[in-house]
């Protein structure tokens, strides 16, 4: 399929041709029962999660703006390549997120009282106050602990798998990441690594276009992110992201690959941005509406709800039940999270470190303590 | 009782760890079939295979990227850096990254690594084979931080630093890696990590030094004994955590003290050492506490004997806080 080039300019459009968009579910909502890897059952619970997704990220923005929490990023039109990634996955397996995939944690069990508690950092946070909003991990559901350094999960991602070989479990781990960490070194090593060693891994790129203000563009001459796979001598594959069942059939795809001991998958997720980067964003300042337009009308929700009343799964009023249903998730999940402390237990600033905290932070916490006995102001901002 | 070098003492604390847990890994850059371009891994990878020792492409950032998603598994990986020099391209993933997993989610995951790496001055190796970047991960909370200076020790430290639940780096005194031979304890031998040694008991001053360069403290001490001065010598072994009551003992007793590393001065872990000693032995205090160390240069090639705080140095810093 991948004749050799000659050398010069690289001819425009072989990629795309190579790593066609593929998808599912078409414009009129019908699909090809061969391609279709989901149950009406499981298809209409993601939509439900879907939409619990974006209730979600729109009341946290809310809450951002009411001063309530101090930050928030969340994934409005990128829900198909969270869900439909996370759905495809065995209990077992592990997720590295970057920073979107808040409703995989709450697929894995993590309860929304609990993750609002994290974007709170209130003394009901699991991760002890000690990560900003949105950081958040879930051991009994796998998913690891977020950081802000871009792709710094993806060599990460490899060694768990890695290990799993090792110890000879059947574990796949499946690591996100936007395009621009397809620019960063550890996005390199990690594929890289990956590659030579054949490790059970899947590497879901959310090509959403935008990393903050920077366009795909200014990240990468190839023309797809996908076409990256070649160099590593791994699988790729390209996918409408917007498309739950393209990305979850794609994402079964890969496991399988994995399991059977075929190596990584890089499968790039074509989506977009249509929020700004995070709350501390506005995209006014970088890009015009009539790019944004578009692609809301390329919403994965409404596309799958098309899926589903093609399938008559959904009438009329369903959608406006579970948006309402979501809400008052949502809602009382607030409520659940406001009602803890405000802050953890000071002691609890030391905590965590290392398994025993040393002389320095025992000396320290009793320095913070004598401090604020003598002067409150320095449990405060003011 | 075996008499060792320190690479074959590491390369013992590895091999016995190994057939302990099988969940030990070691994984770097010619470790495996080679066993390592200083030979510490020899052997490894036909006792235990190539899954369990690991030839990795050469890119340190994903040696230790990889080695924490072993670690979050449950494996105990033993990463090798090949040179200390080599080890920046890692630094995001050990600073933010190893250091950070267990406070950032509030203990939920953990990654327990050794990473091993050579350290030190000496070799005629110039700025890249010859640096002491320990101050940097000391000053990072989450990471703990050894330096054997003999065989006895690198074996017993390393086998501390494979058991121990928070990730360590373990730097090796490449310097002496052959040359400083010793008894060494056959089959498990621990040495548990935050104790320094005295090494030679005085009461007219204290040096302190660790790694490659207790070697020239204790050739400076033997000829400073030859004047009449009693130099008290510790070897601090583990840097973080740091024995303080043991460096804050002796410094009471004697009243004076001189810190040795060849590091760079500025924001070396001397100042942090001497800093100590002021918050704690101010009343004790003789002599200013004094620091002979690398200088603020990069590593050098040709005047590397002027740049290292060899025993001449540390001999006029012993009788200059000592006639203070």
């Known amino acids: ?382 | 009782m075996a008499i060792m070098n320190i690479i074959q003492a590491v390369n013992d604390a590895l091999r016995l760890e190994m057939r302990r847990d099988p969940g030990v890994v070691v994984l770097g850059e010619d470790v495996g079939r080679f066993g390592g371009v200083f030979r510490a891994s020899q052997g490894l990878q036909e006792e235990f295979g190539k899954e369990r020792v690991i030839d990795t492409p050469l890119a340190e950032s994903a040696v230790i990227g990889t080695a924490l998603g072993m670690a979050l598994y449950g494996l105990k990986p033993v990463p090798e850096i090949q040179f200390a020099d080599f080890i920046f391209p890692a630094m995001d993933q050990i600073l933010n990254e190893v250091a950070k997993f267990r406070y950032r989610s509030g203990g939920q995951f953990t990654c327990p690594m050794v990473i091993r790496t050579p350290y030190g001055g000496g070799i005629r190796g110039g700025h890249y084979h010859s640096q002491s970047p320990e101050a940097h991960f000391i000053h990072t909370a989450g990471l703990k931080v050894v330096v054997p200076s003999n065989p006895a020790d690198a074996k017993g430290l390393l086998t501390a630093a494979i058991r121990d639940p928070d990730p360590v780096l373990f730097f090796e005194p490449k310097r002496v890696y052959r040359a400083a031979k010793g008894e060494v304890p056959e089959g498990e031998h621990v040495v548990p990590i935050g104790k320094a040694k005295v090494t030679r008991e005085g009461s007219h001053v204290t040096v302190i030094a660790w790694g490659a360069m207790w070697h020239e403290a204790d050739q400076a001490a033997a000829e400073a004994a030859a004047t009449g001065i009693e130099v008290e010598l510790l070897d601090l072994r583990s840097l973080q955590p740091l024995d303080v009551d043991a460096i804050a003992g002796s410094v009471r007793k004697t009243g004076r003290a001189v810190v040795v590393h060849e590091a760079p001065r500025t924001c070396g872990f001397g100042a942090e050492i001497s800093a100590l000693i002021q918050e704690r032995c101010f009343l004790h205090l003789e002599a200013p506490v004094t620091r002979v160390t690398g200088f603020d240069t990069p590593f050098p090639y040709t005047l590397e004997n002027e740049y290292l705080p060899r025993a001449p140095r540390i001999l006029k810093a012993i009788r200059e806080v000592v006639a203070f």
């Open chain 1, 1 to 382: 399929m991948r004749s050799v080039q000659a050398i010069g300019d690289p001819e425009v459009g072989r990629w795309e041709r190579d790593f066609p968009l593929r998808t599912v579910i078409r414009e009129d909502g019908s699909a090809d029962p061969a391609e279709v890897t989901l149950s009406d059952d499981r298809a209409l619970d993601l939509y439900r999660w879907m939409v619990l997704s974006r209730e979600l990220d729109e009341r946290m923005v809310q809450l951002q703006r009411q001063g309530r929490i101090a930050f928030y990023i969340g994934a409005i039109g990128e829900e198909a390549t969270v869900l439909g990634t996370v759905a495809a996955l065995a209990d077992q397996d592990w997720l590295f997120p970057s920073y979107r995939e808040h409703s995989a944690v709450l697929f894995r069990g993590m309860p929304l009282a609990t993750f609002v508690c994290d974007l709170l950092g209130n003394a009901g946070d699991l991760m002890l106050g000690h990560q900003m909003p949105c950081h958040e991990a879930w051991a009994p559901g796998h998913f690891v602990s977020i950081s802000a350094p871009i792709a710094t999960q993806v060599p990460q991602a490899v060694g768990a798998a890695w290990a799993a070989r090792i110890r000879g479990d059947d574990m796949v781990s499946l690591t996100w990441f936007g395009d621009g960490a397809t620019s960063s070194s550890d996005f390199h090593t990690g594929a890289n690594f990956a590659g030579v060693h054949k490790i059970p891994v899947i590497l879901v790129c959310r090509n959403n276009g935008w990393a903050i203000s920077v366009p795909l563009g200014l990240q990468t001459a190839s023309e797809t992110i996908a076409q990256k796979a070649v160099a590593y001598g791994i699988h790729g594959e390209r996918v409408d992201g917007n498309d739950l069942l393209a990305v979850h059939a794609a994402t079964l795809r890969a496991r399988e690959r994995a399991s059977a001991g075929r190596g990584p998958t890089l499968l790039e997720c074509v989506t977009y941005r249509v929020e700004g980067h995070s709350t501390s964003d506005d995209p006014r300042a970088y890009r015009g509406t009539d790019e944004v337009e578009p692609w809301r009308a390329k919403d994965p929700i409404r596309r799958l709800g098309r899926y589903l009343r093609w399938r008559k799964r959904l009438a009329g009023g369903d959608t406006d039940a579970f948006r309402a249903e979501a809400r008052e998730k949502v809602r009382r999940a607030v409520e659940e999270a406001e009602a803890f402390a405000p802050k953890p237990a000071l002691e609890t600033l030391f905590e965590g470190v290392y398994a025993e905290p040393l002389w320095q932070q025992q000396e320290q916490l009793d320095e913070i303590r004598a401090a604020i006995a003598a002067d409150p102001r320095a449990a405060s901002a003011r």
